[in-house]
Nanobody, 115 residues
Framework: QVQLVESGGGLVQAGGSLRLSCAAS????????MGWYRQAPGKERELVAA???????NYADSVKGRFTISRDNVKNTMYLQMNSLKPEDTAVYYC?????????WGQGTQVTVSS
């Protein structure tokens, strides 16, 4: 089983930056891919960015060129650097880890972008 803890959310003005962190523990060796999802009020949870164990990365079109996902395998931590933030980026951001036969989620961290 994998445990995930996010940090780094907060309130920022439009155009600003934030960096989210996701610390993983437990059965880390079993993780095939990790990602960041977000859910805004009244909307479905959506994929923001993902990275596989082999380093393959993909982004949602809405964040390409603004967000960067990365992993530090020594620290067992994943990051999401968010630049040029927009009010529409406001959401709860969740860390996700995919292992064989299971998905793990963090508790979520709120990101609020004011206009």
């Amino acid at each position: 089983q994998v445990q995930l803890v996010e940090s780094g959310g907060g309130l920022v003005q439009a155009g600003g930056s934030l960096r989210l962190s996701c610390a993983a523990s437990g059965s880390i060796f079993s993780i095939n891919a990790m990602g960041w999802y977000r859910q805004a009020p009244g909307k479905e949870r959506e994929l923001v960015a993902a990275i596989t164990s082999g380093g393959r990365i993909n982004y949602a079109d809405s964040v390409k060129g603004r967000f960067t996902i990365s992993r530090d395998n020594v620290k067992n931590t994943m990051y999401l650097q968010m630049n040029s933030l927009k009010p529409e980026d406001t959401a709860v951001y969740y860390c996700n880890a995919v292992s064989v036969g299971s998905w793990s989620w963090g508790q979520g961290t709120q990101v609020t972008v004011s206009s």
